[in-house]
Nanobody
């Protein structure tokens, strides 16, 4: 069974940085794309950043210039700099593969003002 295991969330002050990691038990050659989504309380889940198997990236306007998505083999990272209280949410890893779509369990990111 394909799995996504996230790590790296936590509590940070505004202006600080965090790096999220997501290890996929899916062969890199089977992946179409990897992404990070987030969901804040009372809000819909939204795309934060995505990267395709050809390393094409896209970002939500709210994080452009602050967040960077990258991959190493079948692990996807989200480097988050200049964090704001508005970035507080549960962050979910997402993978689209030849086996279907997969979600991680989520990791909490809390940014204090």
């Amino acid at each position: 069974q394909e799995q996504l295991v996230e790590s790296g969330g936590g509590l940070v002050q505004a202006g600080g940085s965090l790096r999220l990691s997501c290890a996929a038990s899916i062969s890199f050659s089977d992946l179409y794309a990897l992404a990070w989504y987030r969901q804040a309380p009372g809000k819909q889940r939204e795309l934060v950043a995505g990267i395709t198997s050809r390393s094409i990236t896209n970002y939500a306007d709210s994080v452009k210039g602050r967040f960077t998505i990258s991959t190493e083999k079948n692990t996807v990272y989200l480097q988050m700099n200049s964090l704001k209280p508005a970035d507080t949410a549960v962050y979910y890893c997402y993978a689209d593969s030849i086996w279907g779509q997969h979600w991680g369990q989520g990791t909490q990111v809390t940014v204090s003002s």
